[in-house]
């Protein structure tokens, strides 16, 4: 692991949480990343159709943030998505342990990210740390802007 430290702060956003099946939506995301406290990143994308939701919009910050990292780097990834930090943390190995089935014996949504941020957060020194949503954290609130402004473009 080299010495220098990366921190990344991600936020999801769409336009609805509770969708029906096959409704059309829209969902943002944001990445910020810093390397030794200089923005060397600001990352976002938008993401239309039936999968667009607020979850799926917060892997993909997560994985787009640590994508824009280098192998073996050390990384503080701040995110509000305790989804997130639980899937990687708590529920991963189970998961894989079960073939991509979550506790109750159904497939793992959304595991097509999963399995791709799970290789990224393997192959470096990933500190998860979860804020508050909405409470004033400046990296948060920063990314939760550009997941905002992603919907709309």
Do not use: C
Not at 16 to 45: C, E, M, P, R
Not at 96 to 111: L, Y
Not at 116 to 123: G, R
């Amino acid at each position: 692991m080299n010495e220098t430290k990366y921190i990344v702060a991600t936020d999801g956003a769409s336009n609805t949480n509770h969708i029906k099946a096959n409704q059309f939506s829209i969902a943002g995301w944001g990445a910020l990343v810093l390397k030794d406290g200089t923005y060397i990143h600001k990352l976002s994308g938008r993401i239309d159709g039936v999968l667009a939701t607020n979850i799926r919009a917060e892997l993909v910050a997560a994985l787009e943030g640590l994508k824009a990292t280098p192998l073996g780097s050390s990384v503080e990834l701040f995110t509000d998505s305790e989804y997130v930090i639980k899937g990687l943390t708590e529920w991963m190995d189970n998961w894989k342990r079960k073939g991509w089935r979550n506790s109750a014996k159904k497939p793992v949504a959304h595991k097509d990210l999963w399995t791709e941020l799970d290789e990224l957060y393997q192959n470096r020194d990933v500190q998860l740390t979860w804020v508050k949503g909405h409470s004033g954290h400046l990296l948060n609130e920063e990314a939760d802007t550009l997941a905002k402004e992603a919907m709309t473009s």
